[in-house]
């Protein structure tokens, strides 16, 4: 028999999604440049050249029969050792290759994480707005999504997370740089956060997992630093992600990170493998794999983002919109003028401007414009954002 739920979830495109695919409908009508697509986070900077020569290196001088073969279902030994190298060296960690699984792409780390520390009935914390996979993913292991609305400045609200959490909380998941609102999460709150959850795994006597989705840990501006997770709380497990700081999100390439301080590790690591393999994931893409020891600490140029997001707070911000200034990501929150969300982002629509209502990352009342777009696509929707804006004025003077 079929299963339901997931034909449900085959034939419902995402919202931004459909918004895609009438933006490219769109275009065909009036014109490429006529419509100002700001719907997906697909990065628009090319991959940095030590990529491409990590690739062609790999693809010449390798033996091809194992350059191709399957790795092993943790991922290649070499490549996670160099992974490691590189985190103990950036943040100044202790982990080994034996804590890090090679995932395909962030999705997937979270998919292999959430399997190996989530069962049936359990309940798992998501500050919101949120990343709406992550619903689909947790009830997928039968667990139960439980979203606590981040405070006023968009970050985590640590008094409202810890009343939530309860006897069934097998974990939380936070993301920073942010998706949907482009929010870094302060080290004051990262420390009281921790500092809660240790309160509550005490409170409750198991582990609370601290899931970390990464795949925008680079792409941070006005010097901000994003506090690594490992260093502040012990049962921390990462999903780091390749995709946007390499710009290669089709290559699909990642990895879950089990901190080696995590309560019964060896036990954690095991489930996250055997989740790789229930999925059937077998292993990560190898190529990819082995083109990382060459990339790491690498980016895109993510000045192109920082561009962007400059110009957008300063002219948005003169046509009268409102937003909290993003320090990471490519994505930008901007309050609907009506309160409203999906009237927002269908009057936009009328000004071929196609931005993303927050209903679908779980609060209401504005929307993601995601600006890993061309500048030059910024420069030419200003019109029609004054307009959208103008529209706005004229309904309030009568
Ligand atoms: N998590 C967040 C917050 C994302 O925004 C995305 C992709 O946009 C993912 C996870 C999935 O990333 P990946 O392409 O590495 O699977």
Known sequence: MINQKMRELGAKRSVIRELFEYGKKRKAEIGEDKVYDFSLGNPSVATPEAVNAALSDLLSSENPVSLHGYTSAQGDPGVRAAIADYINFTYGESVNADCIYMSVGAAAALTCSLTAV?????????PSPYFPEYKVFIEKCGGVIKEVACDGELQPDVMAIENAISEKTAAIIINSPNNPTGA????????????ALRRCEKRYGHPIYLISDEPYRELVYDGVTVPYLTKYYNDTIVCYSFSKSLSIPGERIGYVLVSPRCEDFTSVYQAVCGAGRSLGYVCAPSLLQKALPYCLGKTADISVYDRNRRMLMERLSEFGFEMIRPQGAFYLFIKSPSGDANE????AKNHEILIVPSDDFGIGGYARLSYCVTTEQIERSMPAFEALAKSYKEKENG
């Not at 080290?187 to 500092?195: P, Q, R, S």
């Open 118 to 126: 989530v069962s049936a009935g359990e309940e798992v914390i998501v």
């Open 344 to 347: 927002f982002c269908e009057r």
């Open 184 to 195: 870094v999460y302060s080290e004051k709150n990262i420390k009281a956060l921790t500092e």
